[in-house]
């Protein structure tokens, strides 16, 4: 290949180059040496792939609102079940607090 470079060969000079592949247009990069459907099977792979991953994430997402739900209902449970201690007779201020609770309660 380097000898035959810019030999004389009847008369004409020859130009040799080593051979190139086959340049198509597409691809990622705007040129591909192969045809733009030669990488179907991955796109597909990739497209079944990220179906999965938002069915996953659906899923997760769902889960984590029941258990969200559930605490819920049993802080509200807990918290309906709650009775209030009865204060200390002898702060005077606790007694006020209670009466203007009290009052705060009825008025509205």
Known sequence: MD????????GRVL???YAQPIRIKGG???????????????WFERQQQEEEMQRLQAEHQ???RAAEAEERKKLTE?????????????DPMATAEAEV????NTGS
């Open 78 to 90: 807990e918290r309906e079940g709650e009775v209030e201690e009865p204060e200390e007779k002898g």
């Open 3 to 10: 000898n035959m470079n810019n030999t004389e060969l009847y």
């Open 62 to 64: 769902a889960v984590v």
């Open 28 to 42: 990622e990069q705007g040129w591909a040496s192969q045809p733009i459907w030669a990488d179907a099977d991955t």
């Open 101 to 104: 609770l009290a009052q705060n």
């Open 15 to 17: 130009t040799v180059n």
